[in-house]
Protein backbone atom coordinates (compact mmCIF):
# COMPACT_ATOMS: atom_id res chain seq x y z
CA UNK A 1 0.00 0.00 0.00
CA UNK A 2 1.26 3.38 -0.73
CA UNK A 3 0.50 6.70 1.19
CA UNK A 4 0.56 10.35 -0.08
CA UNK A 5 0.70 12.70 2.46
CA UNK A 6 0.24 16.46 1.78
CA UNK A 7 0.95 19.88 3.81
CA UNK A 8 1.47 23.40 3.76
CA UNK A 9 -2.01 24.63 2.93
CA UNK A 10 -3.28 27.54 4.24
CA UNK A 11 -4.90 31.03 3.93
CA UNK A 12 -2.69 33.42 1.94
CA UNK A 13 -3.71 37.25 0.31
CA UNK A 14 -3.21 37.62 -3.13
CA UNK A 15 -0.15 37.77 -4.58
CA UNK A 16 1.20 35.92 -1.38
CA UNK A 17 3.16 32.60 -1.70
CA UNK A 18 2.97 28.95 -0.43
CA UNK A 19 4.54 25.69 -0.37
CA UNK A 20 3.19 22.63 -0.53
CA UNK A 21 4.91 19.18 0.45
CA UNK A 22 3.98 15.65 -0.78
CA UNK A 23 5.66 12.74 1.10
CA UNK A 24 4.86 9.19 -0.64
CA UNK A 25 5.37 6.33 1.80
CA UNK A 26 4.39 2.27 1.43
CA UNK A 27 5.54 0.29 -1.41
CA UNK A 28 7.18 3.55 -3.16
CA UNK A 29 9.35 1.47 -5.42
CA UNK A 30 9.47 2.86 -9.19
CA UNK A 31 7.05 6.29 -8.74
CA UNK A 32 7.12 7.61 -12.29
CA UNK A 33 5.69 10.82 -12.18
CA UNK A 34 4.46 12.89 -9.23
CA UNK A 35 1.63 15.46 -9.81
CA UNK A 36 -0.26 18.10 -8.13
CA UNK A 37 -4.13 18.40 -8.93
CA UNK A 38 -6.68 21.01 -7.45
CA UNK A 39 -10.38 20.85 -7.32
CA UNK A 40 -11.80 24.50 -6.94
CA UNK A 41 -15.63 24.53 -5.35
CA UNK A 42 -18.28 23.53 -7.99
CA UNK A 43 -15.61 22.68 -10.36
CA UNK A 44 -13.89 19.70 -11.65
CA UNK A 45 -10.18 18.34 -10.76
CA UNK A 46 -7.59 19.94 -12.95
CA UNK A 47 -4.25 19.21 -13.34
CA UNK A 48 -1.92 21.88 -12.24
CA UNK A 49 1.34 20.36 -12.85
CA UNK A 50 3.62 17.43 -13.09
CA UNK A 51 7.23 15.89 -12.99
CA UNK A 52 8.82 12.74 -14.31
CA UNK A 53 10.96 10.80 -12.65
CA UNK A 54 13.55 12.35 -14.77
CA UNK A 55 13.16 15.66 -13.66
CA UNK A 56 10.70 16.78 -16.94
CA UNK A 57 8.28 18.94 -16.04
CA UNK A 58 4.55 20.64 -17.37
CA UNK A 59 2.89 23.12 -16.23
CA UNK A 60 -1.13 24.36 -16.49
CA UNK A 61 -0.84 27.92 -18.90
CA UNK A 62 -2.47 29.22 -15.78
CA UNK A 63 0.20 28.64 -13.49
CA UNK A 64 2.88 28.57 -15.86
CA UNK A 65 5.27 31.08 -14.59
CA UNK A 66 4.27 31.28 -10.79
CA UNK A 67 4.36 27.84 -9.40
CA UNK A 68 7.22 25.55 -9.40
CA UNK A 69 7.24 21.78 -8.72
CA UNK A 70 9.94 19.91 -7.86
CA UNK A 71 10.89 16.49 -6.59
CA UNK A 72 13.61 14.57 -4.60
CA UNK A 73 13.44 10.87 -5.51
CA UNK A 74 15.30 10.33 -2.52
CA UNK A 75 12.68 11.08 -0.05
CA UNK A 76 10.49 9.84 -2.54
CA UNK A 77 8.69 13.93 -2.00
CA UNK A 78 7.48 16.42 -4.49
CA UNK A 79 6.97 19.79 -3.31
CA UNK A 80 4.88 22.65 -4.92
CA UNK A 81 6.12 26.14 -4.90
CA UNK A 82 3.04 28.83 -5.39
CA UNK A 83 3.78 32.58 -6.10
CA UNK A 84 1.77 35.34 -7.13
CA UNK A 85 -1.10 33.66 -6.06
CA UNK A 86 -4.51 34.99 -7.16
CA UNK A 87 -7.89 34.16 -5.36
CA UNK A 88 -8.61 31.97 -8.51
CA UNK A 89 -6.17 29.14 -7.30
CA UNK A 90 -8.23 28.89 -4.77
CA UNK A 91 -9.16 24.63 -4.19
CA UNK A 92 -8.31 21.48 -2.48
CA UNK A 93 -4.92 20.63 -3.63
CA UNK A 94 -4.49 16.86 -4.17
CA UNK A 95 -0.97 15.16 -4.96
CA UNK A 96 -0.78 12.30 -7.26
CA UNK A 97 1.60 9.70 -7.78
CA UNK A 98 1.88 7.22 -10.88
CA UNK A 99 4.03 4.24 -10.68
CA UNK A 100 5.64 2.23 -13.90
CA UNK A 101 3.33 -0.82 -13.44
CA UNK A 102 0.03 1.66 -13.68
CA UNK A 103 -0.77 1.87 -10.06
CA UNK A 104 -1.99 5.49 -9.32
CA UNK A 105 -2.06 7.15 -5.93
CA UNK A 106 -3.85 9.89 -4.61
CA UNK A 107 -3.55 12.54 -1.32
CA UNK A 108 -6.31 13.14 0.20
CA UNK A 109 -5.70 16.97 -0.46
CA UNK A 110 -5.10 20.30 1.36
CA UNK A 111 -6.88 23.09 1.12
CA UNK A 112 -5.41 26.42 -0.05
CA UNK A 113 -7.46 29.46 0.32
CA UNK A 114 -6.45 32.85 -1.51
CA UNK A 115 -8.09 36.25 -0.53
CA UNK A 116 -8.02 38.96 -2.25
Known amino acids: ?8 GGLVQAGGSLRLS ?6 IFRINDMGWYRQAPG ?14 TNYA ?21 MNSLK ?4 AVYYCMANFYD ?3 YWGKGTLVTVSS
Open 1 to 8: QVQLVESG
Open 22 to 27: CAASGS
Open 43 to 56: KQRELVTYITNSGS
Open 61 to 81: DSVKGRFTISRDNAKNTANLQ
Open 87 to 90: PEDT
Open 102 to 104: GRQ
